[in-house]
């Protein structure tokens, strides 16, 4: 399962967790089967009135929920590379940029945007020092 959730949040998957990309593979297709197998019991629609006011009620403490969370993610800008400092910038890729980690809410509106990191930076490091952690 943590094998699937990586590789659908797109993270270093295989090197993280020291397997092979085949295993990747292999894993999430056998994920994904076991999740779709399961989807007559997992997923059922309204049959009363009843059922339907529930499902709304629970709707709307689930988006009340989502609204207050915030989705973040990372990415790498190309630039020059400066003529100071110029290797920070370089990233795993070999190539100059700055490492961007933006924030949005559920109704998928930028909370923030943070352009300070050179891109040599690894994203957990941004994280730990980001204001929006706190």
Request: charged letters at 20%; glycine letters at 6%; one cysteine or more.
């Amino acid at each position: 399962m943590k094998i699937c959730l990586r590789y659908l949040y797109q993270q270093g998957i295989g090197q993280e967790l020291g397997v092979s990309q085949a295993t990747v593979s292999r894993t999430i297709h056998r994920v994904a089967n076991s999740i779709v197998a399961q989807a007559n019991e997992w997923i059922k629609f309204p049959s009363t009135i009843h059922e339907l006011m529930e499902a709304k009620r629970i709707w709307q403490s689930m988006y009340q929920f989502l609204t207050a969370i915030r989705i973040i993610d990372y990415t790498h800008i190309g630039i020059l590379k400066p003529n100071r400092h110029g290797d920070e910038y370089i990233n795993r890729k070999g190539k100059p940029t700055v490492n961007v980690q933006a924030t949005c809410d559920a109704t998928e509106m930028f909370t923030s945007v943070d352009v300070s990191w050179p891109g040599s930076v690894h994203d957990s490091r941004i994280w730990r020092n980001s204001q929006t952690r706190s």
